[in-house]
């Protein structure tokens, strides 16, 4: 598939995403700025999705129709079986480990795990990208937003 056509199905996922969550935010309390209610962070990310779904359509318009068409009938790419499970398999240990490891090991095993399903990923690279995880994690979750979500739990 052309590169275009990915920007316009992806851009237009990500606004109906963002326009999705607006919608079911604005079922909760939203508040202000200085005093955030329940639906105000799902509104915010609601919006900014939306935003970055109409840039990527709008990249895609660059590309010919005649390009799109050849493209069209050109037999369809393997589908990353690596990639997929690598990212189902994260979701997994995520639950996993944070029902009986916490926030740190939950956070650190599917980072891991997700960033193995891209091929040009080495284990030290996967290493990294997942303890630069857990310190935004850490940061972010536990320390500003002082999430319920122990750092570490033993079973």
Not at 6 to 35: H, N, P, R, T
Not at 39 to 51: R, S, T
Not at 67 to 92: D, F, H
Request: with cysteine.
């Amino acid at each position: 598939m052309k590169q275009h056509i990915k920007d316009y199905i992806g851009g237009g996922l990500m606004f109906l995403i963002g326009i999705a969550a607006i919608i079911q935010s604005i079922q909760y309390k939203v508040g202000s700025l200085s005093e955030m209610g329940s639906g105000f962070f799902p509104a915010a990310l609601g919006v900014v999705l939306a935003l970055i779904g109409i840039a990527i359509a709008l990249r895609g318009r660059n590309d010919s129709i005649g390009e799109t068409i050849n493209q069209m009938t050109a037999p369809a790419s393997r589908p990353q079986w690596r990639g997929w499970i690598c990212i189902l398999l994260s979701v997994i240990a995520f639950v996993v480990f944070g029902e009986y490891g916490g926030l740190v090991p939950a956070t650190f095993a599917s980072v891991f795990i997700a960033a193995l399903g891209d091929r040009q990923n080495s284990l030290l690279n996967a290493f990294v990208v997942a303890l630069g995880m857990v310190v935004v994690a850490t940061v972010v979750f536990w320390w500003a937003l002082q999430v319920q979500f122990p750092l570490f739990s033993w079973g």
